[in-house]
């Protein structure tokens, strides 16, 4: 009857479902159109009357469609509104800024304070001559220290890739050509065949030569204290230990505390509390003369301090490793460290 035919109608949930609908009350099968076929077999009084009614019918329903109709278009643009809406006051999406390397960084601030102390800069090739990187630097061919410094060689023979900035010290000195004072630091590259948490195979170094006349062990100690200082922070430790390099005699590793446990035993210093931050020492005689210098008139010191350590004293590291893997969020993390 009218009553269910509107409800159903009122509860459409569709255009379809009111498409539908239409073909059933209205269409030319639907109930009201049978019902009017069904005029015809009537007395024209009770036509006239029935018609009437059915005709009322007729428009409630096409009112009733229409009007849902309506609504549910109404619904629909309200729900899209709704999914379009832009809220204004959300901040903007901020362009990224580019940033520098944290062991860029960290290069930088190195080569600023030994500028402030008096040194420029120089480089040398990362691919070098076994020359240059080893005999040079008095290790001859069949010294141990060839085997300590695991070298990468390359495709043509007596060329290797710098397994450390020493080389730079020959190259230095052939330049000055005996000129005096040779204060330069050297910063780039180096390559040996390490990798673990605290080496990888490319890293860098930054070497300091200072070569004049009456240079000693205290210039050494005094210029590499005040440097160490100025970069990790006045209130660092600092301890010099003897050690080895055929290219300096004496020699003389650099340790800082530990920044990564306050000297209580980490993985960074292997529960030492120090950490190796540069190997140093007197110049050896044969090295002047190789660079030609008489180390009868003169005398100098020399060192090589790791990039990276110094950057994983600062930042607290104890993975060296993650700062070559250039996972953006791990760098973006020393945005202001260093
Ligand atoms: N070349 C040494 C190294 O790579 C460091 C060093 C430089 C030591 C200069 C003494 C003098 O470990």
């Known amino acids: 009857d009218l009553d269910s035919a509107l409800s159903s109608i009122q509860q459409a949930g569709s255009k379809a479902e009111i498409l539908e609908l239409r073909g059933r009350f209205v269409g030319k099968k639907g109930w009201i159109t049978q019902e009017m076929k069904g005029l015809g077999a009537l007395s024209p009084d009770d036509r006239r009357t029935r018609g009437a009614v059915l005709n009322g019918w007729r428009e409630q329903v096409l009112n009733a469609l229409a009007a849902r109709e309506q609504w549910l278009e109404e619904q629909e643009e309200a729900r899209q509104l709704r999914s379009e809406r832009m809220d204004l006051s959300l901040p903007g999406r901020l362009p990224t800024v580019g940033l520098l390397h944290p062991l860029t960084r960290m290069r930088r601030r190195i080569e600023d304070v030994l500028m402030r102390l008096g040194f420029s800069l120089a480089y040398g090739p990362q691919v070098e001559s076994e020359w240059y990187n080893f005999e040079a630097l008095n290790i001859p061919s069949g010294h141990p220290a060839r085997e300590m410094q695991d070298s990468f060689f390359v495709d043509v023979p007596g060329l290797v890739?710098?397994?450390?900035?020493?080389?730079?010290?020959?190259?230095?000195?052939?330049?000055?050509?005996?000129?005096?004072?040779?204060?330069?630091?050297?910063?780039?590259?180096?390559?040996?065949?390490?990798?673990?948490?605290?080496?990888?195979?490319?890293?860098?170094?930054?070497?300091?030569?200072?070569?004049?006349?009456?240079?000693?062990?205290?210039?050494?100690?005094?210029?590499?204290?005040?440097?160490?200082?100025?970069?990790?922070?006045?209130?660092?430790?600092?301890?010099?230990?003897?050690?080895?390099?055929?290219?300096?005699?004496?020699?003389?590793?650099?340790?800082?505390?530990?920044?990564?446990?306050?000297?209580?035993?980490?993985r960074v210093c292997k529960g030492t509390g120090w950490v190796e931050i540069l190997g140093s020492g007197i110049v050896h005689p044969t090295?002047?003369?190789?660079?030609?210098?008489?180390?009868?008139?003169?005398?100098?010191?020399?060192?090589?301090?790791?990039?990276?350590?110094?950057?994983?004293?600062?930042?607290?590291?104890?993975?060296?490793?993650?700062?070559?893997?250039?996972?953006?969020?791990y760098l973006e993390r020393f945005q202001s460290g260093g």
């Open 161 to 266: 890739l710098r397994t450390h900035t020493s080389p730079v010290q020959i190259r230095t000195m052939q330049a000055y050509e005996g000129r005096l004072p040779i204060r330069v630091a050297a910063p780039g590259f180096t390559y040996r065949r390490d990798d673990d948490a605290t080496h990888v195979p490319m890293f860098q170094q930054v070497e300091g030569l200072v070569v004049d006349r009456g240079i000693s062990l205290a210039d050494l100690t005094g210029t590499l204290t005040v440097m160490v200082r100025e970069l990790v922070g006045q209130e660092v430790g600092t301890r010099f230990r003897p050690s080895y390099f055929p290219f300096t005699e004496p020699s003389v590793e650099m340790d800082v505390t530990c920044a990564s446990c306050g000297g209580g035993g980490c």
């Open 287 to 329: 090295v002047l003369k190789n660079g030609g210098y008489d180390p009868d008139q003169v005398s100098g010191f020399a060192f090589g301090m790791g990039i990276e350590r110094v950057a994983m004293r600062l930042f607290g590291l104890d993975d060296l490793r993650l700062l070559y893997q250039n996972d953006l969020r």
